[in-house]
Structures are given as C-alpha cells and as structure tokens.
C-alpha cells in the first residue's frame, strides 16, 4: 500500500528515517533503481511501499520534485501543514547552467609555474 511521507534523516547505506503525516516513525530503504541516481535529502516528500510483514519498516519507491509536492497538497494528499522542500538536488548530469567565463587565460599562469618546478640534475 503506497504511502506519502516526509523525510527526517538520512542515515546512510541505502537507509533513511521518514515520518508519515499521520505520525507514524517508519525506517525506509532505498530501492536500487534510486540509488545513485536520485538524490533524497532531509525533509523531501518520498512515496514509500509499506511492507504487509513489518509495520515500522518501507521501502522508498519514488522521490517527488517540487512541483510534485505542491500538487499533492493543491489535490489533498498532503496536510496543509506540510512543508515542502524547495531545494531540489539533481543527479549527475543536470550540470547545463554552469557556465566557465576565463577558459584559455591560465596558459601564462601554467608556464610560470612549470618555470620554477625545473629542479637542478645532479651529474
């Protein structure tokens, strides 16, 4: 049964601590299909997968950004009370704003400092 809930800490090894917004404590595991690619910091709204065998135990399925969580609160998924996250942590390769404004100028810089690494030979 897919549940929303918000993360309190991460705990590291695929691990974290979330908080369920009707007050329940869960310890959650990161699937494998998330891990390395989607980055979960603390107080990110997570979908978790309840496990029928444990209750105080979930397994992370989905990460929302967020413009998701603000649209499951405009829907009524989650209390009004609930802060959402607004800083959301891209995965490797969402890197396309940084932008380098000096590319080229160190070339004198370079020949300087390979000028007073020359150490003297012994003969």
Known sequence: LPHNDKVIKMLGNGRLEAMCF???KRLC???GKLRKKVWINTSDI??????????NKADVILKYNADEARSLKA?????EHAKINETD???????DEIQFD?????????????RFLLLPTCS
Do not use: K, M, S
Not at 46 to 55: A, E, N, W
Not at 75 to 79: A, F, K
């Open 22 to 24: 009707d007050g329940t």
């Open 29 to 31: 595991h990161i699937r």
């Open 46 to 55: 997570i979908l978790v997968g309840l496990r029928d065998y444990q209750d």
């Open 75 to 79: 829907y009524g998924e989650l209390p």
């Open 89 to 95: 942590t891209f995965g490797p390769g969402d890197d």
């Open 102 to 114: 000096d590319i080229g100028d160190d070339d004198e810089d370079i020949d300087d400092v390979n």
